[in-house]
């Protein structure tokens, strides 16, 4: 059975730095993970994902501030989230789905089958 729990998520001032991890057990290398989030009244976004060979995509907000990355070794992926703004704030979840044939991800929250269950980030500016 697929589970994934995610830590790190805290309180930051504008500009500071805070990296996410998740724990996946239950799937093997050939896995899509992949990092969203939820701010209140809003709906679930895409942040950034990894395919199984390490290809990586990232929204346009997140671009060139975060870094997505992933240890198979550890069943582990990561999120490091640097010059934090306000409007980074949001419930974060790490997601995954089996990628047995592509190494590309898809960018839709629906796509992925498991989920975390989500860790706080406060970004105060």
């Known amino acids: 059975q697929a589970q994934l729990v995610e830590s790190g998520g805290g309180s930051v001032q504008s500009g500071g730095s805070l990296k996410l991890s998740c724990v996946v057990s239950?799937?093997?290398?050939?896995?899509?993970m992949g990092w969203f989030r939820q701010a209140p009244g809003k709906e679930r976004e895409g942040v950034a994902s990894?395919?199984?060979?390490?290809?990586?995509e990232y929204a346009d907000t997140v671009k060139g501030r975060f870094t997505i990355s992933r240890d198979n070794l550890k069943n582990s992926l990561y999120l490091r989230m640097n010059s934090l703004k306000p409007d980074d704030s949001a419930t974060y979840y790490c997601?995954?789905?089996?990628?047995?044939?592509?190494?590309?991800?898809?960018?839709?929250?629906?796509?992925?089958?498991?989920w975390g269950q989500g860790t706080q980030v406060t970004v105060s500016s």
């Open positions: 997601a995954a789905r089996n990628s047995r044939f592509s190494d590309n991800c898809p960018a839709a929250a629906v796509s992925y089958t498991s």
């Open positions: 239950g799937f093997g290398n050939n896995v899509c």
């Open positions: 990894i395919g199984r060979n390490g290809l990586t």
